[in-house]
């Protein structure tokens, strides 16, 4: 089946350093997908998607390229802030029901 | 606009005890998800209804678990009796036309805790 495989955490960075949570899918066609993010305490809230190849979904500083060619949409962010501390899930559509990762712990320190 | 309210937010509870989780969807949204998320499973797919109707129910645990949707507006999520493995964040979700590659949208959950 469908799956969804992405960087093991937990991640710990610095203020301002740069971020890359890598996501590979294995879905064949062209499935929609997305990031999610998930503050302590909190649900799940999308963070950016993207709906085909080429498409780069962007939010809150936070971009993906939607990569047909390595299945991959790598999550990344130029300079990160300590707000940016959170769980993170890559996910992919395509059906009636979304795939998720295991989800990456993100820690920023000051 | 209201998102997907879920209730209790906090459930403590002993074993035996019956457990009722509540979800109401963004209005408007067809499809209804329950999931549930622990340290040691993550986050797990547990039913999903299409239009009040339930469509895949393979990931419900066991038959203490049930799942009902009377309406657009409102489901449930019973455990009966509860174990302290249930213990675990439920979580809701709602989407629209979810077919179409649409995201979806979760509630804060239900952090239940079974003594």
């Known amino acids: 089946g469908d799956s969804v495989t992405q960087m093991e955490g937990p991640v710990t960075l610095s203020e301002e350093a740069f971020l890359t949570i890598n996501c590979t899918y294995t879905a064949t066609g062209y499935p929609s997908l997305f990031w999610y993010v998930q503050y302590p305490g909190e649900g799940l809230q999308l963070l950016l998607k993207?709906?085909?190849?080429?498409d780069k979904g962007s939010n809150k500083g936070f971009e993906a390229t939607y990569r047909k060619e390595t299945t991959s949409f790598h999550l990344e962010k130029g300079s990160v802030q300590v707000s940016d501390s959170a769980v993170y899930f890559c996910?992919?559509?395509?059906?009636?029901?979304?795939?998720f990762g295991k989800g990456t712990k993100l820690t920023v320190n000051p | 606009d209201a998102g997907v309210i879920q209730s209790p937010r906090h459930e403590v509870t002993e074993m035996g005890q019956e457990v009722t989780l509540r979800c109401k969807p963004i209005?408007?949204?067809?499809?209804l998800f329950w999931y549930r998320q622990t340290m040691m499973r993550g986050l797990e797919l547990l039913i999903y209804?299409?239009?009040?109707?339930?469509?895949?129910d393979s990931g419900m645990p066991e038959d203490r678990f049930s799942a009902k949707m009377p309406n657009a507006s409102f489901s449930t999520l019973k455990i009966q009796p509860s174990e302290p493995r249930d213990s675990a964040v439920y979580f809701c979700?709602?989407?629209?036309?979810?077919?179409?590659?649409?995201?979806?949208?979760f509630g804060d959950g239900t952090r239940l805790s079974i003594l």
């Open positions: 993207a709906t085909k190849a080429d």
């Open positions: 996910a992919q559509g395509g059906s009636e029901k979304l795939v």
């Open positions: 979700a709602s989407s629209l036309q979810q077919y179409r590659n649409q995201p979806q949208h």
């Open positions: 209005s408007g949204h067809d499809y």
């Open positions: 209804f299409n239009n009040n109707v339930p469509i895949d």
